[in-house]
């Protein structure tokens, strides 16, 4: 069984920093794709950024491009995200995801398993 366990998530101020992790068990990481989604109250989820299986490629969200990088880690069956310049318009519930596609993009249904989320909060 495949599980994803994010961690990280804070209250922030504006034009602060943050690293979300986001640790991979139940399957060798190096072959899942992971991204980053996020969902804001009463809003749909929507795509972050994600990375191919050897970190090669990377995809990000327009609003993002720039402030965010992902990574990860293969040895440590990890992925993050760093968030910099955060916005308050970045205050959502942040998921990592994996998916058994080399390099996804964008759209949710490319990910086969996903994690419980973890809030991050930036006020002005």
């Known amino acids: 069984q495949v599980q994803l366990v994010e961690s990280g998530g804070a209250l922030v101020q504006a034009g602060d920093s943050l690293r979300l992790s986001c640790v991979v068990s139940?399957?060798?990481?190096?072959?899942?794709?992971m991204g980053w989604f996020r969902q804001a109250p009463g809003k749909e989820r929507r795509f972050v950024a994600s990375i191919s299986w050897t970190g090669g490629v990377t995809y990000y969200a327009d609003p993002v491009k720039g402030r965010f990088t992902i990574s990860r880690d293969n040895a440590k069956n990890t992925a993050y995200l760093q968030m910099n310049s955060l916005k308050p318009e970045d205050t959502a519930v942040y998921y990592c995801?994996?998916?058994?596609?080399?390099?996804?993009?964008?759209?949710?249904?490319?990910?086969?398993?996903w994690g419980q989320g973890t809030q991050v909060t930036v006020s002005s």
């Open positions: 139940g399957r060798t990481f190096s072959t899942v794709a």
């Open positions: 995801a994996a998916s058994r596609s080399r390099r996804p993009k964008d759209g949710a249904y490319e990910y086969d398993y």
